[in-house]
């Protein structure tokens, strides 16, 4: 009867330690996909900020060109000139400097579709500090000279 009993003691103590192995394993997993689902939730967040930032850049670009200057003129116009056609103009903005959000834009103007174009490229970053990850998204849109209100857009997301 005794030697039964010092048995089932030895038998508790290895069942305790199996039950405490698997509760860390599954603890251990638990972490890690809960960790995973953070990561890929901030870069999808970062990756539609560097979306919106790229439309910003894009949209402010269109807004300086097709503005009236002290002359009365448009800089698109000035831009289409033949005398200008090697000109490029470079900018970057800092959005958000807390969350380093930069847009950088070049403006040039092109020969496309037989006709004056302006190529007006953007892109958008922001630099996910927690992941220590950049997300950027670039994009390119032509507006035509003559009609500033036709334009062609391509958008690409990176990561």
């Known amino acids: 009867m005794k030697l039964k009993k010092k048995r089932l003691k030895g038998a508790a103590l290895a069942n305790v330690m199996y039950v405490c192995v698997f509760v860390i394993l599954l603890s251990a997993g638990l972490f890690t996909m809960v960790n995973t689902n953070f990561r890929s939730a901030a870069i999808q967040m970062g990756s539609a900020q560097a979306y919106y930032l790229t439309l910003t850049g894009i949209d402010l670009s269109i807004a300086a060109l097709t503005a009236p ?8 116009d000035t831009l289409a000139l033949p005398e200008n056609s090697s000109e490029v103009l470079k900018s970057s903005i800092s959005i958000d400097p807390s969350k380093n959000a930069v847009v950088s834009v070049e403006v ?3 020969d496309y ?22 997300v950027e ?7 035509n ?8 857009w391509e958008i690409n997301k990176t990561v």
Do not use: F, H, Q
């Not at 998204?137 to 507006?143: D, S, Y």
């Not at 000279?145 to 062609?152: Q, R």
């Open 145 to 152: 000279v003559a009609n500033p209100a036709m334009l062609e």
């Open 69 to 76: 200057n002290a002359e009365g003129g448009k800089l698109i």
């Open 108 to 110: 040039k103007p092109i």
């Open 137 to 143: 998204n670039r994009g390119r849109c032509l507006v």
């Open 113 to 134: 579709k037989e006709g004056k174009w302006i190529e007006i490229k953007a892109t958008g970053s922001i630099l996910l500090t927690m992941y220590d990850k950049a």
